[in-house]
């Protein structure tokens, strides 16, 4: 409730009213709070997640990556799955097995982080654009009401999204401008693609970004390298 200053009449002595920036009256709507709200639905989406994927195991895919990767050398590694490249994907789950054994708390988990990283990332990249409280709504929606519920209430999305994770990464460092930046970008890049193929879109953005500035051969290396 805002106070209205003194002669206005007593009937008009309050009314309800929603202040969106920083004032000493009303609410108080700071990028600190929106990140605090963020991380609030982050902490219900995780744990939503978790007791719905409670009692899985392995899923094929996943078994497949250790059946292929004994002893994650060059060539297995490199070996495509379904025309997919997923070199970090066999070094998590591959990693992950070795580290804890075969608990599969430790790939669920990972999946979970996954998705809260994106949803993270994307939150940063939109905020930039609409501003903090705006780009909670589509963030949000990301973490509970994607259509892909397959690939974010089970950890076999673990591959996608941590390569989408990776590449919305990109988007951000390469905003930055400078050389720092650019080295984030390029290398995010090439963690994007060699997690899964959704890395290609990222790579196209990235690519028309650089190209639309005036110093488009200098900086081509962002995205030729990773290509």
């Known amino acids: 409730m805002a106070t209205v200053p003194h002669g206005l009449g007593e009937e008009r002595a309050t009314v309800p009213r ?3 920036p920083i004032t000493s009256r009303g ?6 709070l929106c990140w605090g709200l963020l991380g609030a639905a982050m902490a219900i989406a995780a744990a939503l997640i978790l007791y719905l994927n409670r009692g899985t195991t392995f ?3 996943e078994l497949t990556f250790l059946y292929q990767s004994p002893r994650l050398d060059a060539g297995e590694l490199l070996e495509p799955h379904e025309g997919h490249l997923i070199i970090v994907s066999r070094l998590l789950i591959k990693g992950g097995v070795e580290a804890f054994g075969a608990d599969y708390l430790v790939i ?3 999946g979970v982080s996954a998705v809260l990283l ?7 990249l939109v905020k930039r654009r609409i501003g903090a409280l705006p780009a909670l709504a589509p963030t949000v929606v990301l973490l509970f009401f994607g259509s892909a519920w397959s690939h974010v209430a089970i950890p076999i999305g673990l591959t996608s999204i941590l390569s989408i ?6 988007l951000l460092a390469l905003e930055r401008g400078h050389r720092s930046g650019d080295l984030a970008a390029c290398a995010l890049l090439i963690l994007s693609l060699a997690t899964y193929t ?5 790579l196209v953005g990235v690519a028309i970004s650089v190209l639309l500035r005036p110093d488009r051969r200098r900086r ?3 995205f030729a390298v990773p290509l």
Not at 198 to 202: A, D, I, K, V, Y
């Open 118 to 124: 994106a949803a993270g990332l994307f939150y940063a």
């Open 108 to 110: 669920r988990v990972l």
């Open 198 to 202: 959704t890395g290609l879109p990222f």
């Open 220 to 222: 081509a290396w962002i």
């Open 18 to 20: 929603v202040v969106l």
């Open 59 to 61: 899923y094929f895919d």
């Open 165 to 170: 994770a990776a590449g919305l990464g990109a």
């Open 27 to 32: 609410l108080v709507v700071t990028d600190r």
